[in-house]
């Protein structure tokens, strides 16, 4: 499975980010998705998820309210809507992707996101 972010760049506080995933290869092996962010100095954090079907997500606390994530499994794609970003949202955020057999993760390469204030 690879999988390929777009959507970063710099954004006003305030503003809004739509973040895209584009999964490739084994897809129909893909089960929970989701976005993870890691700044600076901190530790990776789950950002929000999705199962497979889109039936069940999940948020952090930190975003809860802001962004929504969404998946269309026709066309392998997730993506993150991201509204009234702070400028403590600044990170490089990942997509993840949960593969079966065995719950193996799959990373992308990361998308920046810059806040400013």
């Known amino acids: 499975v690879q999988l390929v972010e777009s959507g970063g760049g710099l954004v006003q506080a305030g503003g809004s980010l739509r973040l895209s995933c584009a999964a490739s290869g084994s897809t129909f092996s893909i089960t929970v998705m989701g976005w993870y962010r890691q700044a600076p100095g901190k530790q990776r954090e789950l950002v929000a998820s999705?199962?497979?079907?889109?039936?069940?997500?999940n948020y952090a606390d930190s975003l809860k309210g802001r962004c929504t994530i969404s998946r269309d499994n026709a066309n392998n794609t997730m993506s993150l809507q991201m509204n009234s970003l702070k400028p403590e949202d600044t990170a490089v955020y990942y997509c993840?992707?949960?593969?079966?057999?065995?719950?193996?993760?799959?990373w992308g390469q990361g998308t920046q996101v810059t806040v400013s204030s």
């Open positions: 993840n992707a949960v593969v079966r057999p065995g719950s193996w993760n799959y």
């Open positions: 999705i199962t497979s079907r889109g039936g069940s997500t």
